[in-house]
């Protein structure tokens, strides 16, 4: 199956993960030539602290969650590393729960795959804190590819 679109899915905890993302992503759509959505998610509190730490002018009007995510370092980083290896890429945003969030951007993209980064947890951790990763493998309307975070 060739990919035409692969949504790199992007929060709070991938700033720390870039380098394996963006690695991780031109493996994959690099040889492709699929393009990219990087899709950063944001809860209502995360949005808010971005719009206030990004100097967002919000007497202006509405600030659209795609604008947010434009201005995101994360998600800036990333587009300059797919930039230099090639590989187009668009960017979107969204507010909400993370896991619902990341699947409903994968289908109002038409992804052919899901990219999400995470960390190792604790049988207990993923119990008692949910996991984003979890959610979006298993209700996905795609395949997923979990990147997981170094851990040296």
Same mark, same amino acid.
């Given at each position: 199956? /060739?990919?035409? &679109?692969?949504? #790199? @899915?992007?929060?709070?905890?991938? /700033?720390?993960? &870039?380098?394996? #993302? @963006?690695?991780?992503?031109i493996d994959i759509a690099g040889p492709s030539e699929a393009t990219v959505i990087?899709?950063?998610?944001?809860?209502e509190a995360e949005y808010e602290r971005a719009i206030d730490r990004l100097g967002f002018d919000v007497?202006?009007?509405?600030?659209s969650p795609n604008e947010v995510a434009?201005?995101?370092?994360?998600?800036?980083?990333?587009?300059?590393r797919l930039d230099e290896a090639g590989v187009e890429f668009a960017v979107g945003g969204a507010v909400g729960d993370h896991g619902d969030s990341i699947i409903g951007l994968a289908e109002e993209s038409g992804a052919d795959m899901v990219i999400v980064g995470g960390r190792?947890?604790?049988?207990?951790?993923?119990?008692?804190?949910?996991s984003t990763a979890q959610t979006v493998?298993?209700?996905?309307?795609?395949?997923?590819?979990?990147v997981r975070a170094d851990t040296t």
């Open positions: 199956m /060739a990919l035409e &679109t692969v949504l #790199l @899915a992007l929060g709070p905890g991938d /700033a720390e993960r &870039t380098d394996r #993302l @963006a690695e991780e992503t990087l899709g950063h998610v944001f809860t007497t202006a009007g509405e600030v434009h201005r995101h370092a994360t998600v800036r980083e990333l587009g300059d190792r947890r604790s049988p207990t951790g993923k119990a008692v804190f949910g493998m298993l209700s996905a309307p795609c395949p997923v590819t979990f």
